[in-house]
Nanobody, 122 residues
Framework: QVQLVESGGGLVQAGGSLRLSCAAS????????LGWYRQAPGKQREPVAT???????NYADSVVGRFTISRDSAKNTVYLQMNSLKPEDTAVYYC????????????????WGRGTQVTVSS
């Protein structure tokens, strides 16, 4: 229905930076880009940086001051600027969005990207 494509992951040394991007495409639905999650090996997926309904931003305590989320709604794109990366930031990062028909905004469905690997070496 809606495809999300993440990019920008990779291998970086501790203290380095990466910028993740996620673009959504659809000719049918209205799309809200909601944020980023991550999943480390053996752990559950957790929110990293997300947008609230009023447009505010929420960050995991572990990334406050280091990560910044932004989005371009006209392009259905969300970004995650990650600075001062630490080995514990190593995970697969997933983009999250919701989509709906313009005529029925009360019926919304989630969409997830396939993930992009971020590896931070010590």
């Amino acid at each position: 229905q809606v495809q999300l494509v993440e990019s920008g992951g990779g291998l970086v040394q501790a203290g380095g930076s990466l910028r993740l991007s996620c673009a959504a495409s659809s000719t049918t639905f209205v799309i809200n880009m909601l944020g980023w999650y991550r999943q480390a090996p053996g752990k559950q997926r957790e929110p990293v940086a997300t947008f609230s309904r009023n447009g505010g931003t929420n960050y995991a305590d572990s990334v406050v001051g280091r990560f910044t989320i932004s989005r371009d709604s006209a392009k259905n794109t969300v970004y995650l600027q990650m600075n001062s990366l630490k080995p514990e930031d190593t995970a697969v990062y997933y983009c999250n969005a919701e989509y709906y028909y313009k005529e029925t905004p009360q019926f919304r469905s989630p969409a997830w990207g396939r993930g992009t690997q971020v590896t931070v070496s010590s």
